[in-house]
């Protein structure tokens, strides 16, 4: 995956950004800690999934598999 200079400088600001947790979304670790601290942020599993959609990955839809992702079932 190539980065841009916008990525590149906010995995260098907080490098939470560049772990990817969701592998078939590309849904990093910053991403989630985003969604759990926006004002109306995510307080359970499934409410961090609805907002970044890690772990519904197309995987799922047409592999017929689990989504392959170090975020929960």
Not at 8 to 27: F, Q
Not at 46 to 65: P, Q
Request: hydrophobic share 35%.
């Amino acid at each position: 995956m190539m980065l841009d200079a916008d990525q590149k400088a906010l995995i260098a600001k907080d490098p939470r950004y560049g772990r990817v947790i969701c592998r078939c979304e590309t849904i990093t670790e910053g991403e989630i800690i985003d969604a759990i601290h926006r004002p109306v942020g995510a307080r359970t599993v499934d409410g961090v999934k609805r907002r970044t959609r890690a772990g519904m990955a197309a995987a799922k839809r047409f592999l017929r598999t689990s989504c392959h992702t170090d975020f929960g079932p």
